[in-house]
């Protein structure tokens, strides 16, 4: 089976392996990316997947204000030791998570913490288009995974473009700081603060109703 350059540069993130060595994984595998990790490890050519097992329980907060004020973010960065911990390497990785959380926005850390019932709305709305638009039945399942990994790479952070060097996903920017200082390092957790987020449309909701009540339209 012939891997897709996609799934060569998740199986890079996910590894830190070489472009052709996860090349070779996945053909090796048949496509299946869990086979493929696992190809890398025995091979002894996965650098960060043999670290994943390990429990991350120190780490830091990282806190950034941005524009005076008007924007706030918490990134919460774990690693496995306190040293670590206390290192500017691990200060360095949290700080840009941050300044990344307030440019990009995400709304997710990973993939997996997508809630299913939006990602099934994304799913039906690009199926829709894609029947709207008379796409045969295989063609449209292509272009829907295509768009479903467009939406994770818009949602999700450790998906996202590394705002400082757009070649790399922020994984990767994990994955390097990983390899670096030896040990795990995870993202556990963010929030981002804009002032005055939500309230135009909670003034908008209630001029409307006001409205409905004089009988306006």
């Not at 472009?19 to 070779?24: E, I, R, T």
């Not at 959380?101 to 993939?111: D, I, T």
Request: hydrophobic content about 40%; proline content about 1%; aromatic content about 6%.
């Amino acid at each position: 089976m012939k891997a897709t350059v996609q799934d060569i540069q998740t199986l890079r993130a996910r590894t830190q392996a070489g472009m052709l060595d996860c090349k070779k994984a996945l053909e090796a595998t048949d496509g299946d990316m869990e086979k493929a990790v696992a190809w890398l490890r025995e091979s002894g050519l996965a650098k960060v997947a043999k670290k994943q097992d390990r429990i991350a329980a120190e780490g830091i907060v990282e806190a950034y204000i941005h524009m005076g004020g008007k924007i706030g973010v918490l990134v919460e960065v774990n690693s496995e030791t306190d040293f670590v911990a206390r290192g500017e390497k691990l200060k360095e990785l949290a700080h840009n998570l941050c300044l990344q959380v307030a440019a990009s926005k995400p709304l997710y850390v990973s993939r997996a913490d997508v809630v299913s019932e939006a990602l099934e709305q994304e799913r039906q709305i690009y199926t829709q288009q894609c029947i709207n638009e008379g796409k045969p039945e295989q063609v449209a399942a292509k272009i829907v995974e295509n768009k479903l990994n467009k939406y994770y790479e818009e949602v999700c952070l450790l998906e996202q473009p590394y705002f400082r060097d757009g070649s790399k996903k922020i994984q990767d920017l994990v994955n390097e700081t990983s390899m670096v200082l030896g040990e795990k390092i995870s993202v556990r957790r963010f929030a981002r603060f804009e002032m005055g987020e939500g309230l135009e449309k909670k003034v908008n909701d209630l001029a409307a109703e006001v409205a409905k009540e004089r009988g306006e339209k």
